[in-house]
Every structure is written in structure tokens, then in C-alpha cells.
């Protein structure tokens, strides 16, 4: 055997650990990812909208499903929902809703859904370096648990979180995703929001925020349709969708 040909296989095998060097060395076209929480990096608005379904029931508001409930108050802050209804119907939430929350803890380990192309874009973003974190209009507490309940903890440290009560106005506002931004040192410019509801995208767009629309988990059917028409840069169906976007060259032109 000819010398040459003895080391081939060695050369083959040293060229993919330098391709392999190079793809983990590659950047995203952007210097920040903000995730929302509930319906983008993990589903938990099944445990959400049965605890809501039930406080309206209590209320006497009897008329609201689950379906309902995803559908008139899906993406809202609690504030706003409460607000909502208690102008809308004349009625009061209790003051405390710790039992409300206890309650929600409780069902989301039994109904979380995850999209599976999730772990593995937010691991390889991880271990680049890339800038991440998360925007939610629930609750500190439940985002944090929720968190940790999809296993993205790892992803997201406490500090890397950040919720509506951090702000004056949550989503559709702007302020929380300007707030992400400024905590984290990016420009929006530089930044992208990936949203599943037109409260959360019209909150991204508002910042300036390149704003992609994400209806890979329990969604309405015309969620997409939705998500594009208030301007949305795309609308994806997988996370798996985004990682092309975030190594085209021209995603961020």
C-alpha cells in the first residue's frame, strides 16, 4: 500500500473535525434571541387557560371553555385579563391568586408539550455563545417553573428571564422586549423575538425587533395567517425553521 493512501482515511477524518470546528464557530445574524415562554419555547397554555377557565367559572362566567379561553385571552398578561374582565362583567378576581398559581404548577408537568426540534437549536446556540433569553408576559414565578419543567433551565438562568412585572406596560407594548434589550446590552436592531401571538409580535414590531411568528405548538388554525398579517419578518412551523433563519446571510439585511 502506497503511502498516500495510508494516511487518507486520516485526512478525512482531520478534515471533519476542522468542519465540525467551523460550523460550531459560526454566528447567528443577530447578537440576541428573545424567546417568549408559553406557546413558543414550551406549551403550557392548556395548564393557563384551565386555571383561568375555572376563576371565570367561579365568577359565574360559565360560558368560557378552554377554547374560549385560548382564544380570547391567549399571549395577555393576568393584569390585563383581570382588568378585562372585571370591566367587561362587573365582577372582581379574589386579591390573592396564589391558590390559582399552586393550582397551575400543579397540572403543567401533566400537559407541557414541547416542539422536538427545540432542545437541540437551543443547545447548539448554547454552546456558540449566543445571546439568549426569555420575554413572557406570565407571571416571574410560573415562567421560571415552567422554565424548568420543559428542562430549558440550563438555557435560560433566572437572570436571563424576564416577565411583565418588570415593566410599566406589558405586551402589545413595546417596553418589555426594550427592556430585554437594554438589561442585555443589544440594540433591538441587532436583536430578534420570536413570538406564537399577535399580542407578543405587535409588542416585538413596536420595539423595532426583527419579530418571527412561531405556530409549532397549540395554536389556532389561523395563527400563521395571523402572525403575517400584522407584519411579522416570517411565520415558522418548527423551531427547526428557525435555525435557517438565523444562519442565512440575508435573514438579517
Known amino acids: 500500500m502506497k503511502k498516500g493512501a495510508f ?9 471533519k473535525k476542522i468542519c465540525y470546528v467551523i460550523a460550531m464557530q459560526q454566528n447567528t445574524n443577530y447578537e440576541l434571541i428573545i424567546f417568549d415562554c408559553d406557546g413558543t419555547l414550551a406549551d403550557s397554555e392548556i395548564a393557563h387557560n384551565t386555571v383561568l377557565m375555572e376563576q371565570l367559572h367561579n365568577l359565574g362566567l360559565t360560558d368560557y371553555t378552554l377554547e374560549k379561553c385560548m ?7 393576568i393584569s390585563d385579563i383581570i382588568e378585562s374582565v372585571e370591566t367587561n362583567y362587573s365582577v372582581r378576581f379574589p386579591k390573592n391568586l396564589d391558590k390559582a398559581e399552586a393550582h397551575y404548577r400543579e397540572l403543567l408537568p401533566n400537559v407541557i408539550r414541547l416542539d422536538p426540534t427545540c432542545e437541540p437549536l437551543l443547545k447548539k446556540l448554547h454552546d456558540q455563545g449566543q445571546k439568549m433569553a426569555v420575554g413572557s408576559n406570565g407571571t ?15 438555557y435560560f438562568p433566572e437572570d436571563r428571564i424576564f416577565t411583565f ?10 417596553d418589555l422586549y426594550l427592556h430585554v434589550c437594554d438589561a442585555m446590552h443589544v440594540a433591538p436592531r441587532h436583536a430578534v423575538v420570536i413570538e406564537d401571538t399577535v399580542a407578543g409580535g405587535m409588542a416585538g414590531i413596536a420595539a423595532g425587533i426583527d419579530t418571527i411568528g412561531y405556530v409549532g405548538l397549540t395554536h389556532r388554525d389561523n395563527q400563521a395567517e395571523r402572525l403575517d398579517a400584522i ?20 435573514a438579517a439585511a
Do not use: H, W
Open 7 to 15: 494516511l487518507l482515511p486520516f485526512f478525512f477524518l482531520f478534515l
Open 71 to 77: 382564544e380570547t385571552y391567549m399571549g395577555r398578561a
Open 140 to 154: 416571574r414565578d410560573n415562567v421560571i417553573e415552567t422554565i424548568k419543567a420543559a428542562g430549558f433551565d440550563i
Open 165 to 174: 412585572e418588570m415593566v410599566k406596560n406589558p405586551k402589545p407594548a413595546p
Open 231 to 250: 407584519g411579522c419578518k416570517q411565520v415558522i412551523q418548527t423551531m427547526g425553521d428557525l435555525e435557517n433563519i438565523l444562519y442565512t446571510q440575508s
